[in-house]
């Protein structure tokens, strides 16, 4: 397991970004977010592999970590910096074994009882939510509120990130439940400037 500090502040996520999947990388690389995470549900591996690997090349290097989303056997493959799995896909015990003791593993969790049995698991981070209705996904998880969230907090010892329909108009309710980090997707992946939306968001989660 790798150790993070609790309050990494952001957590980058690439899905569909407007002004493309290179250039938001870039951004990313540029303001020295933390994580930068490649989600593609909606494309073939043959797709996912080909940006994949232009983003490990890409942070290969820098202050940003490289993510790949579901697909432990292609992370291993291109030689991502880790993966983040959601509670359907490979068991983290057997990603942990196929990616090796330093790879970076997050774990999505939806309630109190998935945070108690990640926990157990000890993956490197988890992500909680979502806290707020999002159209990101088909199957959209319940949503937990900010009080869902809390409760996910009290219980966990491990680096988090708050996620699921994160966005101006809500941020503050977010921090002010003492979230220490937050992930937003279409707010950074649906606009022309994302660099300007970076800034907003670090008055409340610098990073």
Same mark, same amino acid.
């Given at each position: ?93 057997? +990603?942990?074994?196929? #990616?090796?003791?330093? $790879? /970076?593993? &997050?774990?999505?969790?939806? @309630?109190?009882?998935? !945070? ?37 907090? +009290?219980?966990?010892? #491990?680096?988090?990130? $708050? /996620?699921? &329909?994160?966005?101006?108009? @809500?941020?503050?309710? !977010? ?33």
């Amino acid at each position: 397991m790798t150790t993070y500090s609790s309050s990494f502040g952001f957590y980058g996520i690439l899905s569909e970004p407007r002004v493309g999947y290179i250039p938001l990388t870039k951004i990313f690389i540029d303001q020295k977010v933390p994580f930068i995470q490649l989600r593609m549900k909606k494309h073939p591996l043959t797709e996912v592999r080909a940006v994949a690997l232009d983003l490990v090349r890409l942070t290969r290097g820098t202050k940003s970590k490289f993510i790949l989303n579901d697909e432990p056997v292609l992370a291993k493959e291109v030689g991502a910096d880790g993966v983040h799995l959601g509670q359907t896909n490979m068991p983290y015990e057997q +990603a942990r074994a196929l #990616l090796g003791p330093e $790879a /970076i593993i &997050g774990l999505s969790t939806h @309630n109190v009882d998935q !945070v108690i049995v990640a926990n157990q698991l000890q993956p490197d981070y988890i992500g909680m939510g979502p806290v707020y209705p999002t159209p990101t996904k088909e199957k959209p998880d319940p949503v937990i509120g900010t009080e869902g969230l809390s409760k996910m907090m +009290a219980v966990n010892t #491990l680096p988090y990130v $708050a /996620i699921g &329909g994160i966005d101006m108009s @809500n941020i503050s309710e !977010v921090k002010a439940t003492g979230a220490l980090s937050i992930c937003v997707v279409r707010l950074v992946n649906d606009v022309d400037d994302p660099v300007s939306v970076l800034e907003k968001i670090k008055c409340y989660y610098p990073w």
